[in-house]
């Protein structure tokens, strides 16, 4: 199977997708978490990418196509999730090109839609486990012990571009230039649009319900 996550900065994605990993076997690929793994490295991509993320803008297509050709390349028979990627319009005919040259193609995309008002609460509560990426948050999804991973018990981290200037400026960009690939998609392929409002657990009901119902196919 391979699927699209699309969503607002917040929506849930990376939540989400992780829960669809341990569902259904698929690779999970998120662009973001790529990225950010690239400037911990202190790599040529991740420097050219760091003041685009920094700011709340879209590193520019060029990089993140080859970036996430290179990752697709790699993925065994069951699958991948795509979170983060592709965000314009340009991205997913990109995308789209590169899997017909090997027979694929993208069999459902989910769209995670969540009201405005949301978002700065989740992101500004936001707290992810630098060494296994786990996603918590302060209020809605706590750790067992406040502050640590309780995967590893290592110390949780704030991410630099979860500031409210910067959150802002995230959600101009996603309307300007990521809202348009949900039409792109509504043309080609199959969406289902899924309430993100609702809390993580009756969130993921729905993306499996979708799923399920796809495998079933
Ligand atoms: P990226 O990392 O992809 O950020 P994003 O799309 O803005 O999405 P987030 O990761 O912030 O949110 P999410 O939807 O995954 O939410 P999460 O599950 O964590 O990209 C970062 C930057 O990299 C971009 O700004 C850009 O510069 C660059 N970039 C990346 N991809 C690119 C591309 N393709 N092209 C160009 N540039 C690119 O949840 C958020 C919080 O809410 C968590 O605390 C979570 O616990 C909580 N939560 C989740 N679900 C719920 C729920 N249902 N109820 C209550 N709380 C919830």
């Known amino acids: 199977m391979r699927i699209v996550l699309l969503g607002a900065p917040g929506a849930g994605k990376g939540t989400q997708c992780k829960r669809i990993v341990a569902e259904y076997g698929l690779l999970h690929l998120s662009s973001g978490d790529i990225l950010r793994q690239e400037r911990t490295a202190g790599t040529e991509l991740g420097r050219k990418a760091q003041s685009y993320m ?91 012990v406040e502050g640590m991973c309780d995967n590893d018990g290592t110390e949780l981290v704030q991410r630099p571009d979860d500031s409210p200037e910067v959150v802002a400026n995230r959600l101009k960009t996603y309307h300007e230039q990521t809202e348009p690939v949900v039409d792109y998609y509504k043309n080609n392929n199959t969406v289902y649009d899924i309430d993100a409002n609702k809390d993580a657990d009756e969130v993921s009901a729905l993306v499996f319900e979708n799923l399920d119902a796809l495998v079933k196919a």
């Open 54 to 144: 920094d700011s709340g803008a879209l590193v520019p297509d060029e990089i993140i196509v080859e970036m996430m050709a290179g990752a697709i390349s790699k993925v065994p028979e069951a699958g991948f999730v795509l979170d983060g990627f592709p965000r314009t319009v340009n991205q997913a005919s990109e995308l789209d090109k590169s899997l017909a040259c090997s027979g694929q193609k993208i069999d459902a995309v989910l769209n995670l839609k969540i009201d405005e008002r949301l978002v700065l609460e989740r992101m500004t509560g936001r707290r992810s486990c630098p060494q296994c990426g786990a996603v918590y948050h302060i209020e809605n999804l706590k750790p067992k």
